[in-house]
């Protein structure tokens, strides 16, 4: 299953955490859109940054 992943939300003022988890999805401008496949490492990343990020499953 692959998941549509939108940064909705701006790095400024977010702690190192965040800011790398954000990068390790393959974000770096708000808006910016990328297509990954759910695997552990993308689901645990998104839990940290749930909060900024927009995501949508596709089939």
């Not at 692959?2 to 940064?7: A, G």
């Not at 390790?24 to 839990?47: A, Q, R």
Request: hydrophobic residues 40%.
């Amino acid at each position: 299953m692959k998941l549509k992943i939108v940064l909705r939300r701006g790095l400024a003022g977010k702690d190192k955490a965040k800011k790398e988890a954000v990068r390790s999805l393959g974000l770096k401008k708000v808006g910016e859109t990328v297509i990954l496949e759910k695997n552990p490492m993308v689901c645990g990343n998104l839990e940290k940054v749930k909060h900024l990020v927009c995501v949508e499953e596709l089939s």
